[in-house]
């Protein structure tokens, strides 16, 4: 993973990362980090991350939200976490995300064992709210920032 994100560092036309039950760990979340976030500003065109289906555990989603979570270094999309080996606390996590970050309007967190009602409500109203804003952004030509912030 090291690897991969080493040589992912300056590239900056990767639209979507698909790393699907490849037998990714927590161990990998600093680097899956790294990449959501090119040299610390936001990759203008990778609007999708796939990591269902790998043993990112809490530990490696805390490393992956602190950048996932920060609108102004991640303008990711969509991210998918499903089947992560996640507990009620990394799904939390992942939720808290999606409230913070206008720029997510998919986030799928299911099969995971922390995926709870109140979990799954949040992570559906908060994407509901970044999709509506995304749409009045490009309709009416405002930032999405600026929407974002006055909805906060």
Known sequence: MKILSDNLEN???IKSIWLGACGLTSKSGKDIAKIISINGKPSKLLNEVWLAGNNLEDS???DISKVLSDYKLCS???IYLASNKLSVDGC???ASCVESNPN???CVVN?????TNTVKTRIETAQKRNFDLLS???KEGKSLV??????K
């Open 11 to 13: 590239c900056e036309h």
């Open 60 to 62: 490696g989603v805390q």
């Open 76 to 78: 990711i999309q969509r």
């Open 92 to 94: 939390t996590v992942i």
């Open 104 to 106: 997510i309007v998919g």
């Open 111 to 115: 099969n995971n064992s922390g995926f």
């Open 136 to 138: 009045k952004s490009k």
């Open 146 to 151: 600026e929407l974002f912030n006055q909805v």
